[in-house]
Each structure stands twice: as C-alpha cells, then as structure tokens.
T-cell receptor, first 114, second 111 residues
Framework: GAVVSQHPSWVICKSGTSVKIECRSL??????MFWYRQFPKQSLMLMAT?????????EQGVEKDKFLINHASLTLSTLTVTSAHPEDSSFYIC??????????FGPGTRLTVT | EDQVTQSPEALRLQEGESSSLNCSYT??????LFWYRQDPGKGPEFLFT???AGEEKEKERLKATLTKKESFLHITAPKPEDSATYLC????????????FGKGTKLTVNP
C-alpha cells in the first residue's frame, strides 16, 4: 500500500518551453502533497506544499510563477515548470501524506533543460 | 529551532558486519519520527514510523528504536543491497505537516 507514482520519470526539454510533471497517490487519498527538488549528492529541498482545491504554499525563494502547482483531486497534483532554463535542471520528487504525517514519495522525475 | 542530526555522515561496512545509525532530534511534542531509505536517482522509500520512547520496529535486517532524544537504525548482518542513504525526519513545529530531514547517512556494504 501507499504507492505514489510520477510521470514522466525523465524528460528533456528545450530552454523556454514548459514541462508538466504529474504526481498520483495510487491506493490512498492524500490530505497533502509536497514537491521537492534534489541536486546531486544534496538533501531534499522542499519547494511547496499543496492541498486539494487550495492554492499551494511555496517555500521562501521558490518562484511561484515559474513552478505552477495544481492539486486537482485527493490523488493528483501537477507541477509545471514554465519557461524552463538550464538552471531548472534537477531531480523533482513529489510526496503524498496522510493524517498521520507520514509522507510517501514518488520515484522522482529527472528534468534536463537544454 | 527544531533540528534533526544524523551520524555518521558515511559508513562503510563489510557484508555481515552489524552496526547502527543515529538520528538525534530536538523537537517539542514529537508527532512521529520517520526513517527512509533513498537509492541514487530514486525517491525516498518509507521504512518506519516511531511515535513514543521505547518503541521498536523491524523489517528484515533493519530495526528502528526510539528514545526521548534520539533514534537508532540497527542493521544486522547487512548485505550489499542494503547500501543506500538512510534519512531520518520529524514533522516541523506548530503542527506543520512539513518534514524536517537530517542530512542522511550514506551506507556502503562491501561484499
């Protein structure tokens, strides 16, 4: 149980284009979903927290207009990287939590912007 | 400020050589302590949740324990496939759902 999927697992896009990443909780309804990014050999960095039907709460320093988050249902959240640039290349990971504060992570999406 | 500190940063073991990883925390009103395993290029995999001092949980060669100040992840007779980074996390202050992570312990088990 408690499986979270992400799609795509990797994506390459050209600078200036937008990319959408989907995060789904497959066998449970998530009260909250989170988006992280991780650079090589570094810790997870929380980007934003989202609840179904509400606007996402972004961490300090994260550009809201660049990283658009939509949380359409209790099982689906999407992250859109708009006007992507090479510095946006990273490993993006979502997680979904239950009322017990446990977070279950997706497998991650490797984004490369050329 | 709530804080999670993991030690050691890195640990190399021979196959079959048991050891422990440490996670110390300073947080008021603990609402759970979580252990994860992360392999390179993958998202963290949930291992355990501990809620109260004295609690223990086991999964295969792993056993997690909790005291009022720290948690240990004991690895018994590890195998090379146990090599990974092990992360410890607690919920943030004030009822926050956000997790505060330690920096992790990178475990390498040599055959």
């Amino acid at each position: 149980g408690a499986v979270v999927s992400q799609h795509p697992s990797w994506v390459i896009c050209k600078s200036g284009t937008s990319v959408k990443i989907e995060c789904r909780s497959l066998d449970f309804q998530a009260t909250t979903m989170f988006w992280y990014r991780q650079f090589p050999k570094q810790s997870l960095m929380l980007m934003a927290t989202s609840n179904e039907g509400s606007k996402a709460t972004y961490e300090q320093g994260v550009e809201k207009d660049k990283f658009l988050i939509n949380h359409a249902s209790l099982t689906l959240s999407t992250l859109t990287v708009t006007s992507a640039h090479p510095e946006d290349s990273s490993f993006y990971i979502c997680s979904a939590s239950t009322l017990s504060y446990e977070q279950y992570f997706g497998p991650g999406t490797r984004l490369t912007v050329t | 400020e709530d804080q999670v500190t993991q030690s050691p940063e890195a640990l190399r073991l021979q196959e079959g050589e048991s050891s422990s990883l440490n996670c110390s925390y300073t947080v008021s009103g603990l609402r759970g302590l979580f252990w994860y395993r992360q392999d390179p290029g993958k998202g963290p995999e949930f291992l355990f949740t501990l809620y109260s001092a004295g609690e223990e949980k086991e999964k295969e060669r792993l056993k997690a324990t909790l005291t009022k100040k720290e948690s240990f992840l004991h690895i018994t007779a590890p195998k090379p496939e146990d090599s990974a980074t092990y992360l410890c996390a607690v919920p943030g202050p004030g009822g926050s759902e956000k997790l505060v992570f330690g920096k992790g312990t990178k475990l390498t088990v040599n055959p």
